[in-house]
């Protein structure tokens, strides 16, 4: 199975600054097609996760422009610039390359 | 606008049996793969199964492989997870999600607990 890394396990940000989150994945996730198949989810506090990028840096319909995604084969990064209050939550780096589609351990982003 | 509404859920004991439901509404149930995703208690996402549109395509986890079957009514617009030989370490959070194909996992219901415990 693909394992997916990420750091740190949490981060503090004021509100209004910027904040990365790093995805690692134990193997490429390029397909030969061209595609990066790794996603970013954000579940916020007792609610589902939501999807927020697709296939490494296109945003989901209804995310902020504020959220980014980018990043090569196997290193990955999530950009929130301009961090809100409703941005607090736990962030899911996920890949979709093969079966089992399998999610890192989670990068909590709580605010100063 | 699209829901995914779970139910089925509870506590039952170490070995028993339990069927969880997922009713779709908002968009053509048949056009979309699903998939079953949990989550234990303080910890991560860890996908259980999917399903492709019409049933053509199956899997599962490691973890539940031969104890879960995913299945799916295109006329009722509704997901299934029949769990059996449960243990303690399925305990967790369960939602369905929508596939929508290399968009990934697009629309989450909003989970439905399963405790197992004596």
């Known amino acids: 199975d693909i394992v997916m890394t990420q750091a740190p396990l949490s981060v503090s940000v004021t509100p209004g600054e910027s904040a990365s989150i790093s995805c690692r994945s134990s193997k490429s996730l390029l397909h030969s097609n061209g595609i990066t198949y790794v996603y970013w989810y954000l579940q916020k506090p007792g609610k589902s996760p939501q999807l927020l990028i697709y296939r490494m840096s296109n945003l989901a319909s209804g995310v902020p422009d504020r959220f980014s995604g980018s990043g090569s084969e196997t290193d990955f990064t999530l950009k929130i610039s301009r961090v809100e209050a409703e941005d607090v939550g736990i962030y899911y780096c996920g890949q979709l390359l093969e079966n089992p589609p399998t999610f890192g351990g989670g990068t909590k982003l709580e605010l100063k | 606008e699209v829901q995914l509404v779970e139910s089925g859920g509870g506590l039952v004991q170490p070995g028993r049996s339990l069927k969880l439901s997922c009713l779709a509404s908002g968009f053509t149930f048949s056009n979309y793969g699903m998939n079953w995703i949990r989550q234990a208690p303080g910890k991560g996402l860890e996908w259980v199964a999917s399903i492709s549109s019409s049933s053509s395509y199956i899997y599962y986890a490691d973890t539940v492989k031969g104890r879960f079957t995913i299945s799916r009514d295109n006329a009722k617009n509704t997901l299934y997870l029949q769990m059996t030989s449960l243990r303690s370490e399925d305990t967790a959070l369960y939602y369905c999600?929508?596939?929508?194909?290399?968009?990934?996992?697009?629309?989450w219901g909003q989970g439905v607990m399963v405790t197992v415990s004596s």
């Open positions: 999600a929508r596939y929508m194909g290399i968009r990934g996992f697009d629309y």
